[in-house]
């Protein structure tokens, strides 16, 4: 792992306010209303995200995150899609992918402040809305409902990781695939065949032959 | 699943006081003490968890949960292993192992009351204290300070789900099991071999292999 990398540096070069078209029509930023969406929470809480975050494009095919940096960011996905990945060698095997409407971040950066096992990249050109883990820390301290907020994400997210370390033990390729199509089949479409069959650990003519039997 | 299958229903059956000798010096009970260290709470809170935690011991072997029952109870591991395993036909796969100082329930019990698609085994003798999802709820509404506690907790164990989804896809023997070693490598004579090769996604034959060559 390259530890020189400190921290996701490109997007610090682009932090950008976010565009009011991108805001709700009572002028909040998508953080703040995501936020409010999974807990109701006091409009000054509401009031720091809306004054702190900040936005932040990423071309398809780009790196958010490279594995070895420490991430000090998280991202509301407004548009796009992102996936994991690690490397074995030379190989890249995907460990994750989602969509809007959800944050994205290293957990390990989240937890701990170590660097990035995975790499993150955007698979379309996406928009995000960021804020640092250091305004996190600070709205834990003075806006305790915040504990609410990111105890109830957590324990979805938790779920969904114990799910995507299920369905990767699973044996047999098609109850992998019937598995991904009734979590994320919205995104079939959206996601080159490939980063769908490394994530379901099978080959790209294992993926074709399952999908071809399963239509 | 057979959803006839209400609840952990073999727990309710042996509720039993926290006995004496299984607590603190100043008379907390482990789950009580465990809370505490994970960030530290109010007396308040410490004595509603003492008063209704109950005590529960299972034998190697059983079941604490099966597949298809909804888990209405959280555990603190004060000795013993369990496993997490689910079945693909007459298959067991282990999904997750643990051991001592550690909370387990059923994910899909903590945050939608869902059956569980997993079973919990001890695998050795084990002694627990448990609490209610009611309870927790309790908490976090009157001692808001326990959303802090657990999204601390969640932060951990997300991480950790996390790292088990990214293991279980790696590719070569050898590294999966060095990522077991590094993590769960004090553990490793308490469980049988079957189970680290399940739990690795490999026949006891790899298993064998790759253990002699890194001797």
């Avoid at 929470?41 to 900040?54: G, K």
């Avoid at 995975?118 to 301290?141: K, W």
């Amino acid at each position: 792992m390259n530890t020189d990398l400190l921290s996701d540096s490109n997007v610090k070069k682009q932090i950008l306010p976010v565009p009011r078209e991108w805001c709700t029509s009572d002028g909040r930023t998508p953080l703040a209303a995501f936020v409010n969406f999974v807990h109701p929470v006091s409009d000054a809480l509401l009031n720091y995200i809306d004054a702190h975050c900040f936005a932040h494009t990423i071309e398809k095919g780009k790196l958010l995150l490279k594995a070895g940096e420490i991430c000090h960011h998280m991202y509301f996905i407004r548009k796009g899609v992102f996936r994991g990945f690690v490397k074995e060698g030379s190989k890249e095997i995907t460990t994750w992918i989602t969509a809007e409407n959800e944050i994205i971040a290293s957990i390990r950066g989240i937890s701990q402040q170590l660097p990035s096992i995975e790499n993150i990249q955007a698979i379309e050109d996406c928009e995000l809305i960021g804020g640092s883990f250091e305004q996190l820390e600070f709205l834990y301290e003075n806006y305790p409902e915040m504990n609410i907020v990111s105890r109830k994400l957590l324990t979805q997210y938790y779920a969904d990781a114990e799910e995507r370390a299920y369905i990767s033990r699973l044996t047999k390729a098609n109850s992998r695939y019937k598995h991904f199509i009734s979590t994320k089949g919205q995104l079939v479409n959206r996601i080159p065949l490939r980063y769908i069959a490394s994530y379901l650990g099978m080959t790209l003519e294992t993926l074709s032959r399952t999908r071809s039997k399963m239509r």
